[in-house]
């Protein structure tokens, strides 16, 4: 069985999508009412401009969403999913790609996701750090210690974890998970403490957002974030939205359960590799490929 997956926030670069806009004409309509939906030329971003240009958030969030969702439409028939999942805003390409939500509104609920997040950051500054070369139950027990907010956040594949939370939480835990043997604790460059209670402000704004909107079963199932299982119920697919934000990512638990129900060749669509080579250290029983254009 085939899965096919999409990345989220940090697999962005510069050129990203221009030969889908340049040779497809279907390709370039849907990257032209992106354009108008957004109210800027993302597109100018995407293909022309600095990786500064491509990191700011309500920027890199729609640009890997429209890279990987336009990508799946141009594929056409190769596009045949069993399942599909994404990593954290790769989530909402799944849906768009298996045709849960329409383009339209799952980049409209992007971009609003991609403008609350910013928002939340400036409320209650915040950060994440990568813990490599640590059991995943070692890095709750040192979470639950700490005094403030910090959290599991990414659950990437065994021995690579994304922790999250309040600036001074994240630096003791990273002091005390070196300690106990970390091989790296590891602050990131993001801008703020994404899937932890930090995200609460956002979590409250993209729910009104995404309950407004009309959701469709899925033409497979999608293993969603929250729970790490297979849904197809339009409601169900709804909540597991909302609490995405606040929730931490089960890519680790996601990837085994997807291979658990049959899943022996694991495809990225979008940009970069990342997910191919989580999904490799996962399960070795599995192929994988990806496609970033069509050649």
């Known amino acids: 069985m085939k899965a096919f997956v999409f990345p989220g926030q940090g697999a962005q670069f510069v050129g990203m999508g221009k030969d889908l806009y340049d040779n497809n004409e279907e390709a370039r309509a849907m990257f032209e009412k992106a354009n108008e939906i ?4 993302i597109t100018d971003l995407m293909f022309e401009g600095t990786p500064e240009d491509l990191r700011q958030t309500k920027v890199t969030q729609p640009a890997i969403f429209l890279h990987s969702v336009i990508l799946a439409k141009a594929l056409g028939d190769e596009f045949k999913p069993d399942m599909v999942a994404g990593h954290s805003l790769g989530e909402f390409s799944a849906l768009v790609a298996a045709g849960a939500l329409n383009f339209e509104d799952g980049l409209r609920l992007v971009s609003a996701r991609a403008q609350a997040m910013q928002k939340a950051c400036e409320i209650n500054p915040s950060t994440m750090a990568a813990i490599i070369a640590l059991p995943d139950e070692k890095v709750e027990e040192v979470c639950a210690g700490i005094e403030g907010v910090v959290v599991c956040a990414n659950y990437n594949c065994p021995g690579q974890l994304v922790i999250s939370g309040e600036e001074a939480a994240i630096d003791k835990a ?26 609460e402000p956002a979590r409250t704004e993209l729910a009104e957002a995404i309950e407004r909107t009309n959701f469709t079963t899925p033409s497979c199932p999608v293993y969603q974030n929250v ?5 197809t119920d339009p409601a169900e697919i709804k909540g597991l939205l909302i609490s995405q934000l606040t929730a931490p990512v089960r890519w680790t638990q996601t990837v085994k359960n997807m291979v658990a129900d049959g899943a022996t060749e694991f495809v990225e669509l979008g940009p970069g590799k990342v997910l191919q080579g989580l999904v490799s250290k996962i399960s070795r029983d599995v192929t994988v490929a990806g496609y970033q254009s069509l050649d």
């Open 38 to 41: 957004l109210g800027f030329r």
């Open 174 to 199: 990273c002091e005390v998970l070196k300690a106990a043997g970390a091989k790296r604790a590891m602050k990131l460059p993001v801008g703020g403490g994404f899937h932890s209670p930090c995200m």
């Open 227 to 231: 729970d790490a299982l297979p849904h």
